[in-house]
């Protein structure tokens, strides 16, 4: 097979350039998850896969389905005080889905662009029943250097993503080791299943084969 069908994985992402934050994370792990950028539409469904099977995802949309899940991070009014007072003109609204093509629509969005570094993910586990949107704020932080702490603090959180430098491939955190791992198994399975290769590369391959 060929790299434009094959999903690439990094697991000792080294600075700098990446523009995710300190490598290796203050809190838990990462691995860089890349792909041909003319192939991100398929890659999009190989995550979106991956991570419906496992729980919910939780991410910023300007398109917000008709799901019964997607909820504006600035609900009640003493969050709309604090918005105001922070000069905040606007609200990021958090999508709940399972739903693959729902989930996939987040590296397509022009309102939170993959491209641009707006964008982030997070998958919640499956058993969780009292799902609320990030606290007003955290998508900022989610988005900052500090995004890994931001994550951790998220109830139910397995896993979080968000797109690396020009969104070329994406940074994929878990809270341990051990959940990483269950994470990369379940893109593998996920890579599979749609007919694509997967390989586990150092950063220097990894860079040739996603960049070159």
Known sequence: MTTTDTLL???TPRPPGWGVGPLPPRVGTLALVGWPAETLERASIIVA????????????????TDEPSARSASSGLLSRLRAIRQN???????????RV?????????????????????????????????????????LLSDAWTET??????????????????????????????????????TAAAQQ?????ELDQDSFVAKVFG
Do not use: N
């Not at 991956?50 to 910023?60: D, S």
């Not at 729902?102 to 919640?124: C, N, P, R």
């Not at 007919?195 to 390989?199: F, K």
């Open 151 to 188: 994550a951790a603090q998220v109830p139910h959180v397995l896993a979080a993503l968000r797109p690396t430098v020009d969104g070329d491939c994406a940074a994929l955190w878990a809270p341990s080791e051990a959940g990483l791992a269950v994470q990369l198994d379940a893109l593998k």
């Open 49 to 64: 896969h991956a991570w419906r099977q496992q729980g919910t995802v939780c991410f910023t949309t300007s398109r917000p």
């Open 195 to 199: 007919g694509w290769a997967y390989e």
């Open 101 to 141: 093509e729902t989930i996939a629509g987040l590296f397509d969005d022009a309102g939170y662009s993959w491209w641009l570094q707006s964008q982030v993910a997070l998958l919640l586990h499956a058993d969780a029943t009292d799902l609320i949107p990030p606290k007003l704020g955290a998508w900022s932080e």
């Open 9 to 11: 994985i990094c697991r």
């Open 88 to 98: 905040m003109l606007t609200f990021p609204v958090w999508q709940f889905s399972r």
